[in-house]
């Protein structure tokens, strides 16, 4: 009969099991595959650029799959209201037999405003912990024409550890990043980007 010590002894095992068996991939973007305008969404937003004024930011890409990125982006977001409701959505595709079929691997917010420095967030890791004037942001959020978003310079390594086998194979991330006034209606102008690229194991 198994006690609960003995219980919590064989998850560990299991998951030292688990974890041993986790392959690391590595994602090399495309020569032009960051910031990518979406292709075929069938809302058609407009490119991040119709959001954000980014020609402060710099992005590269060092050593195949490190992102390097640095420099201010500005709100520019047209008919947004700062008490609109912002919503954020992220999906990776895998392209197979010719078309972009959806995988398991998404997240996204409801209130993009309330979670957006949140830490246990995807886009904290990758993004907005390398915001230096989120005190600043927070209180304005992205839905304030005129917020500055100032970066810190930061690299970014593409790489990670997952206990899923033949993940090699060409990717896309879709983020779509859309605005609802206090009767949920969308604003007209949403903004969608895709970050394009080659999975493979390290």
Partial sequence: MLTKRNCLW????????CLSRAIEYEFIPDKDGLFVPCEN???KPSGFDALLDMSQIKVAVKDGSTLQMSGDAVVVWPGVE?????????????????TWQKTM?????????????????????FWTKHISNSDDVKKTCVNTRGTLLKHESFELPLKTNLNVPNLKGRY???????????????????????????????
């Fill in 41 to 43: 969404h069938p809302a």
């Fill in 172 to 202: 896309k991330l879709m983020v779509l990043i859309e605005a609802f006034d206090k009767r949920n209606v969308k604003r007209p102008v949403s903004g969608c980007t895709e970050f394009r690229g080659t999975v493979q194991r390290v």
């Fill in 82 to 98: 700062p008490s609109d409701t912002v919503t954020i959505f992220g999906q990776v595709y895998q392209h197979e037999q010719g």
């Fill in 105 to 125: 691997f998404s997240a996204g917010s409801k209130n993009f405003c309330k979670n957006m420095f949140e830490k246990n967030q995807y886009w904290y890791t």
């Fill in 10 to 17: 064989v998850v560990l095992q299991l998951s030292l099991v």
